[in-house]
T-cell receptor
Framework: DQQVKQNSPSLSVQEGRISILNCDYTNSMFDYFLWYKKYPAEGPTFLIS?????DKNEDGRFTVFLNKSAKHLSLHIVPSQPGDSAVYFCAASGGVNFGNEKLTFGTGTRLTIIP | DTGVSQDPRHKITKRGQNVTFRCDPISEHNRLYWYRQTLGQGPEFLTYFQNEAQLEKSRLLSDRFSAERPKGSFSTLEIQRTEQGDSAMYLC???????????????FGPGTRLTVL
């Protein structure tokens, strides 16, 4: 039972344009969502997070949007840079309200930025 | 370097052997997590500690797996009688939990890649 889904295994975007990565979840107990970036042979690197009490969070070139009614979140990267090429994982937890601190991850989207 | 560290980075072993991995969390972090990642999948939760107490274990953690965090600082994950299906990247993460005020962000180490021949 895949509770966090990333339906696009790969995405290619021209340098300088916007990259949009999508994530859907099924468990309504999730209340905290995170995006991680992973290079080969390295551990996931934290990028940005959002609590369920918000619908948007920005940090520099990265913005995460949360649509609770649709159980959908997205990560926008603008402008995209070659160093953004990596695998991006969406993750969710029920940490605050339900004491479920473990992260449930999606299967990842490989982003390739074309120079 | 003040990030999460893991040792070794790579381990090749023969089926049936025991292996032990170590994780050193970020120094002020009170929570420590273990995850496993296989090819084409996202990391999957195995277990976590708050200080020295092991608070949750996944059903993925068979009785061949044991984890400890004896002094609430570093942790070890041991796999006994390894099987080929144990081949994976084993990831450690740590976080600073400050109660129910807000959810904590987990920071990951570089992982230990286990290959069972």
């Amino acid at each position: 039972d895949q509770q966090v889904k990333q339906n696009s295994p790969s995405l290619s975007v021209q340098e300088g344009r916007i990259s949009i990565l999508n994530c859907d979840y099924t468990n309504s107990m999730f209340d905290y969502f995170l995006w991680y970036k992973k290079y080969p042979a390295e551990g996931p690197t934290f990028l940005i997070s959002i609590s369920s009490i918000k619908d948007k969070n920005e940090d520099g070139r990265f913005t995460v949007f949360l649509n609770k009614s649709a159980k959908h979140l997205s990560l926008h990267i603008v402008p995209s840079q070659p160093g953004d090429s990596a695998v991006y994982f969406c993750a969710a937890s029920g940490g605050v309200n339900f004491g479920n601190e473990k992260l449930t991850f999606g299967t990842g989207t490989r982003l390739t930025i074309i120079p | 370097d003040t990030g999460v560290s893991q040792d070794p980075r790579h381990k090749i072993t023969k089926r049936g052997q025991n292996v032990t991995f170590r994780c050193d969390p970020i120094s002020e972090h009170n929570r420590l997590y273990w995850y496993r990642q296989t090819l084409g999948q996202g990391p999957e939760f195995l277990t976590y500690f708050q200080n020295e107490a092991q608070l949750e274990k996944s059903r993925l953690l068979s009785d061949r797996f044991s984890a400890e965090r004896p002094k609430g600082s570093f942790s070890t994950l041991e796999i006994q009688r390894t099987e080929q299906g144990d081949s994976a990247m084993y990831l450690c993460a740590s976080s600073l939990a400050i109660g129910r005020i807000q959810a904590d962000t987990q920071y990951f180490g570089p992982g230990t890649r286990l290959t069972v021949l």
